[in-house]
């Protein structure tokens, strides 16, 4: 074999020396003979860098050391490389030159030539047999710079001759563009021979070197590759991968119904993930189990491979075939809040159920999968009181399993703890149960403050459970509302009383837990305690209890008396109550029982100290109490104890005011038999005759009346009853009053009469106090109702009223003016018109010598209009005066035109025989005697 490559070695040299000799002479010129100095004769190097090249090769015909270096280490085949001079290159390697030799910087002619980008010295090279894996100072090898720059260096470098060449771990080329995920130096090599089986001094394939990225896509193609080449891996974790690429099935299905993708997911393949999906791999192809690829990248906490799946378009909802959702699944530790918040963005539904209705929320606190993890399902909308099909919510769980640390977290969101499960259980109940920490968890200052579907607080639960006292005491120091009430109204209290547990009572009152409150049938703590079948509960009888008082100042006493608790009184006075107290209207114990109309309280209360004479603080003793409530047996004892019925409050209203204001007829009649007398008066000066009036009650009128009362009795104000009745418009009371007859023109202190409030009242009233006995009959002053009525400024209707009911229209006053003259005067026109259509006398002179008609005149045309425009015209005095008379001296010339168009005699004459025209002469009237002539 030596002997061959000696021989081939020679040809090649002789070859290149003719071709050397044959361009010499080809280039020949005919010498001249010229006398030329000698000069230095140039060496190899010099040559070379002169780019003298044939005379460089020329040298190695015996002249050159084919191995010598120059200062840097080079041999002429390293010069040759750097000068990417491939033909040079060749004829050195041909003439025996070292193509492994290193320079001074430890490379050797091949890593120059790859250096360079020089493919075709590289070829040269590695076909003259270079190590394509012999480092120098770069630490990079030949092979490794091919395979970067790949293409026709990679081409030049990767020859038949080193295809099988090895590094020192036993790697071909092949090895190393698998492990850099090169997929065309692979199909490259593969087209060149490359065995795809060889394997490393580690015993690795170049598929085993691919399949150490699966995070790629590239290195996915390169296993393809090298898969369809025939290579094989030593690696189960890919053997999904070798089987869809050999039977180029991309769904196939191996054991258990998994797809190469469900595969790739649950390693979290990331490349193979990208490749399978190139292959169109189905993302939601489900497995026996029904598991999507998207359940097996989140069970195995494969985030990247989750988020490349939903990339993809994976269905984040779908479900295995137990209902789980990726959601549902137990995820490892350090990837459990990566996945649930990618998840959750990618719309994932927080509140999913599985086949038992079970949330995501419920399985995480089932697998204790942490309280981050909860926090996060939590904020993306997970729903803390959702229920699965046994209608249990994640607290429940959460209790169940005893693990607090849940709690809090549930809590703040929102979790009820009275949320009820299909058996009637809550999440307090079975805490309550269980007691510990998760109680302790539970019980905190906002839900101390929650209530139940039936308006339940924890404390009132508590207490209805017979919780230990300390619960009970802990429910407190969180803060709970002690006198909370639920729907029916009831307090802890409550509870604890209708359950006599007088340790939770106890504690409850020492709290403040108020025995007053009543529920929504009006009982109370102490109503119950009082009500049991054994008696009064002893043990609500303390310090506390006994001093207590409600929002009226009620204490313990007042409602035992209210109750008629006769046998407990006694008890409760010896503890301390005192049998006097009064609450905030100034009523004692005493009053509750007149309330009650229990003579017999009464009788226990003054027997133990109660002050039968007591009174509130308005004034009223136990007597008005009794009136007040209708409570005639109270008040017949009272009036046989000695109670004064006369005894007037600050209002100075007596017992009798009230009863026959409220209309009690049978205390009415109890007070007046008992000495009450009719005429006294509160400090209004009414009598109750008045407050019988005032209260609209015809009846107590005319009891009162019968028994003496008076009716023209008047009050501070000077009303009487006829006054009150008018003003109430109580026409059936002041019929009464006036047929027994009383003053329809008595005067109050402020001038108002019956009358006058009638005319205000209306037609009805006014109509009922002018009878014909009273439509005439004047006042002090004489003036009739219509007087009144015109000066009060009633209306035309009420005057008209008036006047059809048949008054004399002309009857003076007592300065003798008549109701015309005064609704002249008043400018009242219409009022004026009525009256002298119904008869009054235009010329009726009152004291200060002036007519209805003279003030007309002087007050204009319209007033002349409203009387003179009818029959009145011809009307003359007792001295024969026309109007125009009076016009013709006293009116201005448009009364005297307007008289004259309302038809008045020009010609008229008085009895001393003057016309209108001769006193306008007269009085120098030109005007007026003008129009008159």
Known sequence: MKRHKNNARAAIIAAVS?????????????????????????????????????????????????????????????????RKDAELAAYLIAIGASVDEQDGEKRTPLEIACINGDAQVARKLSEGGADIFKKGSSGKAPAEYALEAGGPLLDAVASKSNIEAKNGKGETMLHLAADSGDGEAVSLLLAKGAKP????????????????????????????????????????NFSYFSASVRSANFSLRFDDGLTPLHFAAREGQLGFIAYLFQKKADPDAKSASGATPLHEAIRAGKIDAAKALIAAGADVNARDAKGNSAMHLFMPLNSRQAGVELLLSAKADPNIKDDYGDAPLHVAIALNMGVPFIAVLLKGGADPNIRNTAGRTPLHSAVERDRPEYVPTLLDKGANIFAADDAGSTPFDLALKSGGNVLQAMITAATVAMSDNVGNTPLHVAVAAGAPSKIVALILDRKAAVNARN????????LAVADDSRELGELLIARGADIFATNAAGKSPLYLAGHTPAGFLEWMLNSTTIEARDGLGNGMLHFAAGWKL????????????DPNAQNATGETPIFSAVKADSPATIAVLIKNGADSASRDALGNTSLHAAVRWNAKSSALALLAQGADPN?????????????????????????????????????????????????????????LLERGANPTARNMQGDTPLHVSVAAGRTDIAKLLLSIGTSIHAENSFGMSPLKSALSAGPEMTT????????????????????????????????????????????????????????V???????????????????????????????????????????????????????????????????????????????AVKSARNVAGESPADLAHRWGLVENEKLLR
């Open 18 to 82: 003719v071709a050397i000799l044959f361009v010499s002479c080809a280039s020949a010129k005919p010498v001249v003979e010229t006398a030329i100095a000698p000069v230095a004769e140039d060496d190899f190097w010099t040559l070379i860098e002169k780019g003298e090249n044939e005379k460089a090769r020329a040298l190695f015909k015996g002249k050159a050391d084919i191995k010598s270096k120059d200062a840097k280490g080079r041999t002429p085949l390293h010069v040759a490389a750097e």
């Open 197 to 236: 089986l060889q394997k490393s001094a580690e015993g690795k394939t170049p598929l085993d070197l691919a399949y150490r990225h699966p995070e790629s896509l590239e290195y996915a193609l390169v296993a393809e590759k090298l898969i369809i080449a025939g290579s094989q891996s030593s690696d189960a």
């Open 487 to 494: 729907k029916s109204g009831d307090t802890p209290l409550h």
């Open 566 to 577: 006769e046998a407990a009184i006694p008890s409760i006075i010896q503890k301390g109550a």
């Open 647 to 703: 005894a007037r409050n600050l209002a100075g209203k007596m017992p009798l005011h009230d009863a026959v204001r409220l209309g009690i007829v049978d205390l009415e009649k109890v007070l007046v038999n008992g000495g009450a007398k009719l005429e006294g008066r509160d400090l209004k000066g009414a009598t109750p005759l008045m407050e019988a009036v005032s209260a609209g009650s015809l009846s107590a009128t005319e009891r």
């Open 768 to 823: 009922l106090l002018l009878t014909k006995d009273r439509i005439d009959a004047a006042n002090d002053l004489g003036k009739t109702p219509l007087h009144i009525a015109l000066e009060e400024g009633a209306d035309l209707q009420a005057i008209r009223t008036i006047v059809n009911l048949g008054a004399r229209v002309s009857d003076p006053d007592f300065h003798g003016r008549t109701p015309l003259r005064i609704a």
């Open 825 to 903: 005067g008043m400018g009242k026109l219409e009022e004026s018109r009525l009256l002298v259509d119904a008869g009054s006398d235009v010329f009726a002179q009152a004291d200060d010598g002036e007519s209805p008609a003279t003030l007309a005149i002087v007050a204009g045309t319209q007033a002349v209009k409203a009387l003179f425009d009818g029959t009145a015209i011809s009307a003359k005095d007792a001295i024969g005066y026309t109007p125009l008379h009076y016009a013709a001296f006293r009116g201005k010339s448009d009364v005297v035109k307007i008289l004259i168009e309302l038809g």
